[in-house]
């Protein structure tokens, strides 16, 4: 007799909540702010208080070596006032920058004080610091008992108005961007701009070319805007520049969780504009090139191809690469001339999304088109307009 065939497909749903809040002075014991991060919709009777470990940039400690003791004076003051705020157990520096994500060594040391102090499934591992640290940190703790509850506090412009947002986590093997990694919505984001205080200006103006890669992509207004305050964004005006980070932010975010694609099970990825070359770029240099500069870099790259494809105007490449100027970003590199090495990347980048390559192309101000393939004696032409105009 044969066998009836049967079928237990069920589409399912998942709810998730991506809390984010923008503040100033997180860890002054009157601001509320980063003790309700914590906060849980619903405490059942019995539950003992839950425990945290603290991961912080090391570039962080450098410049606040009583960082630690910050976290302990918050905490307990919040304690005090009976706000229900986890048990601090470890507070733990891990490198910052790309080294971070170019070997084990930050996620083995996370899973190993997961273990050690005990954190389960619904206490916390709080990451403070840049995109790359967070990636890594995060990664940890979303393979961590399939999961462990993640407190984000971004410490650069990238990370506030980009990397910090996203769901992402991952560490950089055999050379790629990002190789190894996962999916995991972050418990909370709390970002704190008295950080940009801290930072050194590649650090703080990096940041404004994601900035400028999601006004391109969505936003005509916050495009006037970025022009408009560039100077004053670049001479860090926080005034003018917070408004620009919590507008990237905003976007990054709805795209997530309104795109209706916030894993990426799709092939196209409109937010990866500029990005096929930036994580090359960023490979072929040992990482001597930043994320925030290589997108820099790759969104001028791309505009220019979109000119000689004749899908953008050149007056208006010429706004944008004149824009990223402005903000002090940079739009050509050396590595630029080996055009063998680059467009590997785009194999590197099909891969990464898991079908048929899927490139955004601008054509406008808040539009853009897709396309399958790019033609590599065209990226060749585009990167040296690009070195001749960076040489002027």
Known sequence: MLAIPMSLDRPFHVDFVHRVRFTRDALDPGNPDFAEAFAEPTVEDGVPRRRAIVFIDDGILRCTPDFPEKIATYFGAQARLGLPVPE??????????????????????????????????KSFVVAIGGGAMLDAVGYASTIAHRGVRLVRLPSTTLSMDDAGMGVKNGINRFG??????????????????????????????????????????????????????AQAIRARDLAKAMPVIRRSAELHLSHIADGGDPF?????????????????IESMTGYEVTHGEAVAIGIAL???????????????????????????????HRCLEDIDQLVRGLEEFREHLGGRLNITLLTGVGASTEVHAMDHAM????????AVRSVR
């Open 88 to 121: 601090i157990r470890s507070v733990e520096a891990v490198p910052g920058g790309e080294s971070a994500k170019n070997s084990n060594d930050a996620v083995e040391q996370v899973l190993g004080a997961i273990d050690r102090w005990g954190i389960d499934r």
């Open 176 to 229: 790629k961007k990002n190789f190894v990694g996962a999916f995991a919505v972050p418990w909370a984001v709390l970002c704190d701009e008295q950080f940009l205080t801290t930072l050194a200006d590649p650090h703080y103006l990096a940041g404004f070319s994601e900035a400028v890669k999601i006004a391109c992509l969505k936003d005509p207004g916050l495009f006037a805007r970025i022009e408009q305050d």
């Open 264 to 280: 990426e099970l799709s092939e196209a990825r409109p937010l990866d504009f500029g990005h096929w070359a930036a994580h090359k």
């Open 302 to 332: 791309d505009c220019q191809y979109a000119v000689l494809a004749k899908v953008l105007a050149a007056p208006l490449a010429a706004r944008i690469e004149s824009l990223l100027h402005a903000l002090g970003l940079p739009t050509w």
């Open 379 to 386: 990226i060749a032409r585009a990167a040296s307009s690009l």
